[in-house]
């Protein structure tokens, strides 16, 4: 499936995107061009009126922030003199900050477990409140009640005030999903702005140059066998390739296994250290990734680092990299299943070690790799 976006008849590609046809538009038209909200640099237009944010809610994991990078940077070009506020889980706030898209990160998560919460009052009184989170209704409502001046929103039958919506498509891969609301509400929105620049940090020992191993997933449906990625794990090794094995807090377990049964030591486990960003730095100063459906798979394409990523019960046309990058390598049998299943699912189970071995056989080498990482000052190489 090409990632690339068609627009809509309605769609507008104008820098300046025209309004959407609704009793909104002379107001939408307003933020947009932020002539009438926004001039005198202080934060207040010149009436001495409080500039009206942009609130964007997406509480959800690591891979569900960066599908949503390039609707965020069509968010900031639509309304560069207006706060941009992101509700999030605090950890991603670092990495959030790297699209150059945020002004802050509002913590927001846990809405899956209390969908009727209310949003923090930072998220309230906004010019526009955007829905990057899902399809709704519980989403909508939470934002609805932060009485915003516009909701940006897929429609849902519950909520009145997203009728004239654009409509939900299941089979829509998640990068296209939410910039073809934008653009289906005026605001141009180019998918293929997945990139990110980190800051510069500290790398564990042995980081820069490795085959970096992430075993685990956010369901046991997505995780391919530990023995498996051990296997994987020996053949690099035997190829005199540095090799790291990476996991989140709870995640512990399963690195060291991975590690144990590959006969690695202890050093080469690195569990969370540092957050988000320290990831992040690894990936990039990584020669190559294995993963599965995670974070980590969306963190190699924003970095450009090339990887072999086994999808399982979701097919990668839904969440896999964009295909015009090649480096980035989606391995799928071709079925679909129950990703909140408490089983691995049989599609990715199908997936052999030779399979992966021989996708990093042929994995193209990056364009972005044709620049060394620069490394930070004082860290180890």
């Not at 969908?115 to 010019?127: E, F, Q, S, W």
């Not at 089979?171 to 653009?183: F, S």
């Not at 979701?314 to 989606?330: E, I, T, Y």
């Amino acid at each position: 499936m090409a990632i690339r976006f068609t627009p809509s008849p309605n769609a507008n590609s104008d820098p300046n995107p025209s309004p959407p046809a609704s009793s909104d538009a002379s107001f939408f038209s307003s933020l947009a061009d932020g002539s009438t909200l926004y001039s005198n640099g202080n934060g207040r237009g010149d009436n001495g009126a409080k500039t009206p944010a942009v609130v964007v809610l997406r509480a959800l994991g690591l891979g569900d922030l960066l599908t949503v990078v390039p609707a965020l940077r069509a968010l900031a070009d639509a309304f560069p003199r207006h706060p941009r506020l992101l509700a999030a889980p605090p950890a991603l706030a670092p990495l959030a900050r790297c699209t150059g898209a945020v002004d802050e990160v509002i913590p927001t998560s846990g809405l899956d477990k209390r969908p009727h919460r209310r949003l923090h009052g930072r998220l309230h009184g906004a010019g526009i409140a955007v829905n990057l989170h899902d399809r709704g209704p519980e989403s909508h409502q939470l934002l609805l009640a932060t009485e915003p001046r516009r909701l940006v929103a897929f429609a849902h039958p519950v909520v009145p005030a997203s009728s004239e919506g654009p409509r939900w498509r299941a089979d829509e891969h998640e990068v296209l999903r939410w910039c073809r609301l934008l653009e289906e509400n005026g605001i141009a929105a180019d998918p293929s702005r997945l990139d990110l620049e980190l800051p510069p940090g500290p790398l564990p020992y042995g980081a820069r140059g490795a085959t970096l191993i992430h075993p685990g997933a956010s369901s046991p449906a997505r995780c391919w066998p530990p023995q498996r990625f051990a296997a994987v794990a020996r053949a690099e090794i035997d190829l005199g390739r540095e090799v790291m094995i990476t996991g989140g807090p709870s995640e512990v377990e399963l690195a060291h296994e991975v590690a144990r049964l590959a006969g690695l030591p202890e050093a080469a486990v690195w569990i969370g250290n540092g957050g988000v960003l320290a990831l992040a730095r690894m990936v990039q100063a990584a020669d190559r990734v294995i993963c599965g459906d995670t974070g980590v798979a969306h963190l190699a394409t924003a970095l450009g680092t090339p990887s072999v990523v086994l999808f399982g019960p979701v097919s990668p046309a839904l969440w896999g990299p964009p295909p015009d990058r090649p480096w980035n390598k989606p391995l799928w049998a071709g079925t679909s299943g129950d990703p909140s299943s408490q089983l691995p699912d049989p599609g990715l189970l199908s997936l052999s070690v030779d399979d992966v071995l021989e996708a990093l056989d042929t994995l193209p080498t990056s364009p972005y790799r044709l620049v060394q990482v620069p490394a930070a000052s004082g860290a180890p190489r």
